[in-house]
């Protein structure tokens, strides 16, 4: 088990759905992140929210939008993705958004496959 | 465009064996070095971090850094079979920035 929490660990969606990656993790951190992990690749960061303010990864496509409802959560809404979306995604939360001493730990993941 | 280097493996190590996994980085004014574990399938699992010049040791974990060097490596004593797998560096640049290596494949021979 870790302690950050991802739902749902699977989610199968075609290009025109709408869904949501939920992500919450209960250790008091301040910044979460979203990477998107290819098989064999290691995980590309694509968001980072700390302190209200978020940081995203230019290459990231606009039908990608996170949400922070608060300090513990952060959300990934998805919307007309394609193919090549498919991947693990996975989140992580450090103590705080000065990652020169603070590592990152991870969730389990969310495997997305787009039909 | 700031580049973290590993061999991408596959690593054979005899069981009992010492494995050395090395990873160089490109950007001087990196701050903070962190070795993942990755089983096929699962996320990422930090196992050690280091800051400063020299070694940190964790049990059968031993991390080194050298900044003048740009290198860091991770050694693993007494190898065991459940330490096959994909072991991912990771550089916190100048910038705050995260930036993972490709992965070495290490795979502890019974």
């Known amino acids: 088990d870790t302690e950050v929490t991802q739902t749902p660990k699977h989610l199968v969606m075609g290009m025109t759905n709408k869904k949501s990656l939920k992500c919450e993790q209960h250790?008091?951190?301040?910044?979460m992140y979203w990477y998107k992990q290819k098989a064999k690749k290691p995980p590309e960061l694509m968001f980072v929210?700390?302190?209200?303010?978020?940081?995203i990864n230019e290459s990231v496509p606009s039908r990608f939008s996170p949400e922070c409802p608060n300090s513990s959560l952060l959300n990934l809404h998805l919307h007309a993705l394609q193919p090549e979306d498919s991947a693990l995604y996975l989140c992580?939360?450090?103590?705080?958004?000065?990652?020169?001493?603070?590592?990152?730990?991870f969730g389990d993941g969310t495997r997305l496959s787009i039909l | 465009q700031k580049e973290v280097e590993q061999n991408s493996g596959p690593l054979s190590v005899p069981e009992g064996a010492i494995a050395s996994l090395n990873c160089t980085y490109s950007d001087r004014g990196s701050q903070s070095f962190f070795w993942y574990r990755q089983y096929s399938g699962k996320s990422p699992e930090l196992i050690m971090f280091i800051y400063s010049n020299g070694d940190k040791e964790d049990g059968r974990f031993t991390a080194q850094l050298n900044k003048a060097s740009q290198y860091v490596s991770l050694l693993i004593r007494d190898s065991q079979p459940s330490d096959s797998a994909t072991y991912l560096c990771?550089?916190?640049?100048?910038?705050?920035?995260?930036?993972f290596g490709k992965g070495t494949r290490l795979h502890i021979l019974p």
């Open positions: 992580a939360s450090s103590q705080d958004w000065d990652t020169a001493n603070q590592p990152q730990h």
């Open positions: 990771a550089v916190c640049s100048r910038d705050d920035k995260i930036i």
């Open positions: 250790m008091g951190h301040r910044a």
């Open positions: 929210y700390s302190y209200e303010k978020l940081s």
